[in-house]
Structures are given as C-alpha cells and as structure tokens.
C-alpha cells in the first residue's frame, strides 16, 4: 500500500495537499485542546492549594494535625493534606503536559508543515522540469526544424534552377548554410528526443514513485509518533477514578486502534483517478518530410557538423563527470543520513521518535535530490553514447560530404562559419538587498603591507625602471625567489635598490628599526632623512600599483543580489573606506574562453567615466572566483521601476531619464563603443532617479564604428535588434539608435513587453515588412516621433545619439 500511479496526476496532488492540510488543522486543534486542559488542570490545582493555605492560615497547622488526639481532628487532616497532595500531582501532571505531549505536538506540526512545503514545492518543480524537457524544448526545436526544413528545401530547388555559374555557385552557398543549418539542429533534436525519453522514463518510474512513497514513508512516521505522543498524553491525565478509569480506557482503546500501515488506506481508496502514463517522447518523422538523408533518431555526421558534434561530444563530458559527482555525494549523504536515523532509533526511547522527523524528513529531501541527480546522470549517458558512438563510426577516416550532389567532391566545411560560443551576458537586476555592515576604518599606516598603494608584490624588476619616472619616485616590491622585500627608488636616472633588513620580526635599512614595512617607509617620507648615509637618497613620492587592481581581501562581500551566466553579483564594501560596491563572480569552472568574455565588461569600463556610465571601481584576478567590483546602482533596474513606479511618474520625470540615457549613450558614440544590449532591464536607476547605462557584456569597441558578428542569434534579444544586425550581423551606434528607440517605447509603455504577441521569427517578419510599436498610452506626440525616427530602416536616416539627447532636453523644457 502506498500513494501509487493514481496519485501522480495534478488532480491527486491537490487531494495528497487537502490531505495534509487536514491533518494539519486536526493536530492544531489537538494542540489547542491539550493547552487548556493544562490550564484547567494548573487553575484546578492553584484553586485546591489556595484553598488549603486558608484554611491552614486560619486554623493554625496544630489544630489541622490534630493536636488534641481526636479521631475526627486526625481523620480531617487525612482530608485536607491528602487535598494538597492532589494539588500537588495536578500542578505535576499539567507541567509534564506541557513539556511532554504538548511541546512534541509542537514538533510535529511544524515538521508536517515543512514536509507539506516541501513535497508540494519538490512536486511542482519537477512537473515544471518534466513539461521543459518532454513538452516546451521540443514544441520549439520542431517549429524551428520544419522552418530550416523549408528554407533548405527552398534553397535546393534555387540552387537546381540556376543556370548562370555565378547564380549557381551564390545559389550553392545557400543551399550549403541552409543544409548546415538544419543538420545542426536535427542533431540538436535528436539529442533533445533522446534526453526527454529518458526524462519521462526517470520521472514515472523512479522520480515520481520515490518522491510519493517517501511522503507515505514520513506520513506514516508521523502518524506512529502521534500514537505516541496521544498515550503519552492519556498517560499523564489519567486519574484512576473508577468513572474516569472507563473513560480513559476508552480512550486508550481508541488510540491504540491506530495503525500506520493502515491509516491511509480509506483515502487511497477513496481517490482512484484514472491517471494513465503519457505516452513516451518520440522522433517526429514528419518533420522529415521536406529533408532528404536524415534518419530519425540517428545524429547527422559530415563535413558540416563534425566539429560541432565533436564540441558537443565535450560538453556532455564534463556535464556528465560533474553529474556523476553529484550523485556520488547524495548517496554518500543518504548513507550516512540512514546510519545516523539506526543509531538513534537504537539508543531512544519509544516516546521520542518526534525528535527524528526532522532528519527523515532531510533524507526525503535528499533521496528526491538523488533521483533528480541519477535522472540527468542518465540524460548525460545516453547523449554521450550517442555522439561518442557516431564518432566511433567515423574513426580516423574523413567525415562525408554534406552535399548530396555527384559532381561536387570538394570539402566545403572551411567555408562555412561554424557557431561560435553563446555570448553569454547579462546580469539579474539588483532587488532590495542589505550590505555588509561597515568594518572599522583604520589609518593607513595600520594597514598590512599587501594593502599598501606603493607596494607592488612580485613584478619583476625590469618593470620597475618604467614605472619610476622621476627623482625620488619609489615603490616597494617583493623579491623573485628570494622571499625578501625591496626599496626601489629612483635617483640620478637610476632605479637603485636597497634590501628591507628583517631582523626578530623587525624592519630596517640604517638606523632605526620598526615592527613594521608600513611604519619604515612613513619615517622616512616624513622625517627626509636619507635611505643611507652613503647614497643620499631622500624619498619624495610614492608610486602607487595599478588603480584597477584589488585583492580578493580588500572586498567584503555581502549577500547574493543576483545572477547570471557567469556567475553570481553580491552587494559588498570596500575595506579601505566603507564604499558599497556591486561584485560580480566568475565561476571557477568556466573555459578560459569564457572567463575572458568576462572581464571584457572590466576593460572597456576601465576607460570610461560618465554620470550616467555604471562606474567600475577595479577587478581581483590574483584569485579565484575573478571579482568584477562596480559602482552599486541601489534603485534597481529600470524595467522593474518602470513596472512598480511608472504610474506614479509624471511624463517629464519618465523624459529626463531617458535623456539620461541618451546622454551616456552619446558618450559611447563618441567613444566608438557599441553596446549591442541597451535595452530598459539593463538600465539602472539610482535613489535620485538617475538613469545609468550597464551591462557591457555584449560590447564592442572598433574604430570605424562598426562590429561584424559572426556568431550565432542565440543570445541576441531579437525585439530590440535592428534589422541589419540581425540580417548582416552589422552593429553600429545607429543599430543602438535603434535599440534607444525600444528603449524610450518601453519608457512610456511603463514597463510593457515589445511585440508581446509575436515570436521572435514573427517579429523580424513585421520589421522588414514596416509594422513598427505603436504609441504608448500618454506618450508625447514629439517623443512617438523621435522613436520612428530612431526605427528607420535604413541606418543612415537615424539620428545620432548627440541628436536624440538635444531633442529630449528640448522636449522636458516644454513639458515644464
């Protein structure tokens, strides 16, 4: 017995939900039911006690005792002190009432609370992950396979129609990108197909069963300690009156009626839906009905899609490595969590398995975890079988040709752009967070060496000759090898070098010493005295090491803010001076690729320094995780103000921020920077409702002012893209214009969604056929129009961004 496939549909986890509920407001009304009888047994005894002090109080303790030797003086005091002997056990009974059954109540109804929280939220989430894989992911991947199916087909008959050679071959490349587009996507698919099958497999008959007899397992657990804890409480109120005594064997009876195996044998029976296992997920073999060459199921290996199958070969190894970790350390943990739950068993009582639930509840948890684990594991296998099994077929031969065409024997995989890595950029807006609280400053002398601005650890010292410009220039350095410290000074055009004596734990070079570096070099700045009698040489400036450069001990990091595809942003401080500051992280275990992609916002920030430009305050790379350490934008993004205070804003307010932003934005102009990103979520509003410009992760510098990409669309955020990026790969300051233009529409839209009811596809169709946004509700006539002007098709009709910032200064003026 137990909650089997007839629980698994929706409509039996809301009655497993109704279920627990109930149950949960039956123990509240035990708990409440056993407060008062605590309370009347306490008030009953407080009333006998109160009555015996009187009348002891009144009669005096000899006459109660019976000092005159009557029968009827000894017999009442026989009465009255065996009624304070009952007082007594009542006021005992009641305070083991409450630290007994009462206080293990407690314990079990928040435990119960918990388990219901968390089987519903386990539940939910792996009904979510089950609908991405087997349903949504495929949905997309088909609509985009039947539109690369047609645009190949289209393509091949262009290509057997042409007649001239330079039409041919123009018609040839098509026809190959589009055959390389769609092979890459039918192993896209397949890959897809094989995870999803074995998704559904994993979820009905290992995920979903576990996650249901692990909630019988707890249930029934928990029903065995409220038995418990119901005798306990009959234990502890029973009087033995021969009235009371049937009413309490009553009780016992009922309670010791109550069996776990069989508890939930009523409900079960009573809620027998009929939920039938969906049908597993399968290769649709009508989406090969325009293709030629391709096997359902089978992944597609040519000259195309060699590399990127090999790529992906990688991929799913080291997703599969870390997988099999993870599983390695769930069961691991469930071990140890099983063998902690045996040896307590063993050495407690019967009455105290409420103090175990919450660790059964942790190996629920961590079993349902598992499953998840053994569930991807699996997915991984099988993709990694797949593509090392193809790969095996090719062995060290040439892979085939992509075209199927005879007279066409010459590879053409150099020819074609192979996908690059995803640009992953991006952050989460900040939401209301707390920084660390502030450390205490100390002066700069206390500070340790390695903080110091003028010392610049181990950097060789061929390098200190350029950064020692003029007489008495000095810095302070680590020795290669050597594990000492140097004083580099520059004097008569020459760097002269002088080794930091380090004597029981004190520092000199002549003369007096001191406990430390910091405490030397202050002497000698203030004082002017030479570094040595010999030499002469007066210390005059300090050079500092790179403004850019922190260590990872200069930031104290505060609490997760947000994150994104490199890793996580934390509010934080700086050490030397209490700033708040924002950190993003770079995962340790990203490609060096990628972890360069990553500090790319860093360098093109570094150059930059604009009001309304987030500021870059300095970069930790001696470390890992790598620190990008910003300016902390504390208002949030601008799409969730727009959304929670854009009804509260007057249309002057919403054009002075956007001219804000056309501000920063005619700084990148000037500075040949395109950003490639503008959009309102990457916006960040200050407390004064200052608008600065973030996210440079998709920027570009180029000196003619234009960017190529050649990479994939997958991370490009179509509805702000204007055409020929999206056409040509062409990015410019004018297709920021029109980025801007989405920009100021999302602005006076209050937060709205661009082309809400179109695809992404749908969209780039409207585009080129000239349907543009229309004007938002209480949107300026004038500022409607400089959005049309910033949509313009072609480029050089937009207006630039020094344009764009003049007309929305005129604008707010007349909107005084």
Request: proline share 5%; net charge negative.
């Amino acid at each position: 017995m137990g909650f089997g496939p007839e629980l698994w549909c929706p409509q039996g986890h809301s009655a497993l939900l109704r279920l627990q509920d109930g149950e949960l407001r039956l123990l509240e009304l035990m708990k409440k039911w056993m407060s008062q009888r605590a309370k009347s047994d306490r008030e009953y005894a407080g009333m006998l006690h109160h009555m015996f002090s009187q009348l002891e109080k009144q009669e005096g303790t000899g006459q109660l005792r019976g000092d005159h030797g009557g029968q009827i003086e000894k017999s009442w005091w026989v009465l009255v002190s065996r009624t304070e002997t009952l007082s007594q056990i009542l006021r005992r009974h009641a305070e083991e009432l409450v630290a007994g059954p009462l206080a293990k109540l407690s314990l079990l109804i928040r435990d119960k609370q918990q388990l219901r929280k968390a089987f519903s939220e386990q539940w939910q989430q792996l009904s979510q992950e089950y609908s991405r894989t087997t349903h949504q992911e495929m949905e997309k991947l088909k609509v985009q396979y039947r539109s690369l199916a047609r645009d190949s087909a289209q393509a091949k008959r262009k290509y057997q129609e042409a007649s001239k050679d330079k039409e041919r071959d123009k018609a040839k490349e098509k026809y190959v990108r589009s055959l390389w587009k769609l092979y890459t996507l039918h192993n896209q698919y397949v890959l897809a197909v094989q995870a999803a099958a074995l998704h559904h497999q994993h979820h009905y008959q290992r995920v979903l069963p576990g996650l249901h007899q692990s909630l019988y397992n707890l249930q029934q657990e928990m029903v065995l300690v409220l038995k418990e804890i119901l005798m306990e409480y009959c234990s502890i109120s029973s009087l033995v009156q021969e009235d009371m005594l049937a009413m309490h064997q009553e009780i016992v009876s009922a309670i010791q009626a109550i069996n776990p195996a069989t508890e939930y044998s009523s409900f079960v029976q009573s809620h027998q839906y009929d939920s039938e296992v969906p049908p597993t997920v399968s290769f649709d073999e009508s989406l090969l009905e325009d293709t030629e060459s391709l096997v359902p199921g089978e992944l597609q290996l040519n000259e195309l899609t060699l590399e990127s199958v090999q790529h992906c070969l990688t991929s799913v190894e080291e997703e599969l490595a870390a997988a099999t970790e993870a599983v390695s350390i769930k069961e691991q943990r469930t071990r140890e969590l099983k063998a902690e739950i045996r040896d307590k068993e063993q050495g407690q009582s019967p009455g105290e398995r409420v103090h175990l639930l919450g660790r059964r509840q942790e190996l629920h948890e961590v079993q349902q975890q598992l499953e998840g684990c053994l569930c991807a594991q699996a997915k991984l296998r099988a993709q990694w079988d797949l593509l090392a099994g193809k790969l095996a077929e090719l062995g060290v031969g040439d892979p085939l040709p992509a075209l199927p065409l005879p007279e066409d024997r010459q590879s053409i995989s150099s020819t074609v752009s192979q996908s690059c890595l995803p640009n992953v950029h991006g952050w989460a807006h900040l939401v209301s967070f707390q920084l660390p609280p502030p450390v205490p400053l100390i002066p700069d002398v206390q500070k340790p060496l390695c903080q110091q601005v003028w010392y610049h650890g181990a950097i060789p010292r061929s390098e200190v000759h350029e950064l020692l410009t003029c007489s008495g220039d000095f810095l302070v350095r680590e020795s290669q090898g050597k594990q000492e410290y140097v004083l580099s000074v520059l004097w008569d055009g020459q760097p002269r070098h002088f080794i930091i004596q380090a004597v029981d734990n004190m520092f000199r070079l002549e003369g007096d010493s001191f406990p430390t570096i910091p405490l030397l070099i202050q002497h000698l700045l203030q004082s002017q005295q030479p570094i040595t009698r010999r030499s002469g040489i007066v210390l005059a400036r300090a050079v500092p090491k790179d403004k850019w450069v922190l260590n990872h001990e200069d930031v104290l990091l505060g609490e997760r803010i947000g994150r994104g595809n490199f890793g996580e942003v934390f509010s934080g401080r700086l050490r030397a001076d209490n700033t708040p500051v924002a950190v993003k992280s770079c995962r340790e275990t990203l490609p060096p690729e990628l972890k360069a992609k990553f500090l790319q916002e860093a360098r093109i920030l570094k150059q930059y320094r604009h009001p309304n430009i987030v500021r870059l305050i300095g970069v930790c790379t001696q470390k890992q995780p790598i620190y990008i350490v910003m300016e902390l934008v504390q208002g949030g993004d601008f799409l969730t103000f727009l959304r929670s205070e854009g009804p509260h804003l007057r249309v002057k307010e919403l054009v002075k921020m956007t001219e804000n932003a056309a501000a920063g934005m005619e700084y990148l102009e000037s500075k040949h920077c395109i950003h490639r990103d503008l959009a309102a979520r990457n916006c960040l509003v200050t407390e004064r409702n200052t608008l600065k410009i973030s996210d440079f992760g998709m920027s570009r510098e180029e000196e003619d002012g234009i960017y190529a990409s050649t990479g994939g669309m997958k991370q490009i955020p179509v509805k702000w893209t204007a055409p020929e990026a999206l056409n040509y790969g062409r990015y410019s300051s004018e297709s920021d214009v029109w980025s801007f233009g989405i920009l100021l529409w999302e602005a006076f839209s209050l937060g709205a969604v661009p082309y809400a009811n179109l695809s992404n596809q749908q969209t780039r169709e409207a585009v080129e056929q000239g349907v543009r946004l229309d004007s938002p509700d209480q949107c300026p006539e004038e500022v409607y129009q400089l959005m049309q002007r910033c949509w313009e098709y072609n480029p050089c009709k937009r207006p630039s961004f020094s344009t764009i910032h003049q007309d929305l200064i005129a604008i707010r003026k007349r909107h005084r």
